[in-house]
C-alpha cells in the first residue's frame, strides 16, 4: 500500500496525558498537512509542512500542540495535557507541490482520539 | 474571508439514478481551486473530482462531474447511475490561493448521501 498511512488509528486517553500521532506520507511528496475533523464538520486545518519546514500554523493550533517533520519524511503531532475538546479525527494528507501550484491532497485514514 | 457552504446535510437517491450535491464557495480571490472529497464510515477522505477557476470545461471523472458556475459560485457534484457504495459523507472544500504559501484545503459540513436498493 502506497497510500498515506497514520498510526494509530484509535487512541483512547485520560484527560492531561500526553499523546502522539504519526503520519507516513506518500513518499515522493514533499508537502505534508494535518486536519482535525470533529463530528459532524468538515476537517479545519491545523498545520502544513514543506519538506521539512513546518510553514504555517492554524490558530487552532494552541500551544499544547506541536508537530515536527524531521528529514521531510513522515511527521508527529504531539498533544500534551490533553482535554476532552481535543477528542476529535486527526487526519493527516500529503500533496505533491509544484511550483505556483499544487496537487489533489491525499488523506490518511485519519486517527480517532478520545479524551475521558 | 473563504468560505464552503453545503446546504443539504442528507441527501437519498434510489440506485442507478444521478444526484446533484450542492457546493457554493465565496471568495475574492480569482485564482481558486475546488475540489469534491468522499468520506466512507471507515474515516479516509477519498479524492474525487478537481475544477480550476480557470479551466475552461467543467471536470468529469468517471460517474463524477462538476457542474462550475462561476457568475454563482457554485460547484455542484454530480454523481450518474448511482450505487449502493457511494453512500458516504462528501464535503466539497476550496483550495486557499493556488501558488500562495500554503494551499490548504477549506471545507464545507458536508452532505450525507444515502443510496436505496
Known amino acids: 500500500d502506497t497510500g498515506v498511512s497514520q498510526d494509530p488509528r484509535h487512541k483512547i486517553t485520560k484527560r492531561g496525558q500526553n499523546v502522539t500521532f504519526r503520519c507516513d506520507p506518500i513518499s515522493e511528496h514533499n508537502r505534508l498537512y494535518w486536519y482535525r475533523q470533529t463530528l459532524g464538520q468538515g476537517p479545519e486545518f491545523l498545520t502544513y509542512f514543506q519538506n521539512e519546514a513546518q510553514l504555517e500554523k492554524s490558530r487552532l493550533l494552541s500551544d499544547r500542540f506541536s508537530a515536527e517533520r524531521p528529514k521531510g519524511s513522515f511527521s508527529t503531532l504531539e498533544i500534551q495535557r490533553t482535554e476532552q475538546g481535543d477528542s476529535a479525527m486527526y487526519l493527516c494528507?500529503?500533496?505533491?507541490?509544484?511550483?505556483?501550484?499544487?496537487?489533489?491532497?491525499?488523506f490518511g485514514p485519519g486517527t480517532r482520539l478520545t479524551v475521558t | 474571508a473563504q468560505k464552503i457552504t453545503q446546504t443539504q446535510p442528507g441527501m437519498f437517491v434510489q440506485e442507478k439514478e444521478a444526484v446533484t450535491l450542492d457546493c457554493t464557495y465565496d471568495t475574492s480571490d480569482p485564482s481558486y481551486g475546488l475540489f469534491w472529497y468522499k468520506q466512507p464510515s471507515s474515516g479516509e477522505m477519498i479524492f474525487l473530482i478537481y475544477q480550476g477557476s480557470y479551466d475552461q470545461q467543467n471536470a468529469t471523472e468517471g460517474r463524477y462531474s462538476l457542474n462550475f458556475q462561476k457568475a454563482r459560485k457554485s460547484a455542484n457534484l454530480v454523481i450518474s447511475a448511482s450505487q449502493l457504495g457511494d453512500s458516504a459523507m462528501y464535503f466539497c472544500?476550496?483550495?486557499?490561493?493556488?501558488?500562495?504559501?500554503?494551499?490548504?484545503?477549506?471545507f464545507g459540513t458536508g452532505t450525507l448521501l444515502a443510496v436505496q436498493p
Open positions: 472544500a476550496m483550495r486557499e490561493t493556488p501558488g500562495g504559501a500554503t494551499n490548504k484545503l477549506i
Open positions: 494528507a500529503s500533496s505533491l507541490g509544484v511550483r505556483g501550484g499544487d496537487y489533489e491532497q491525499y
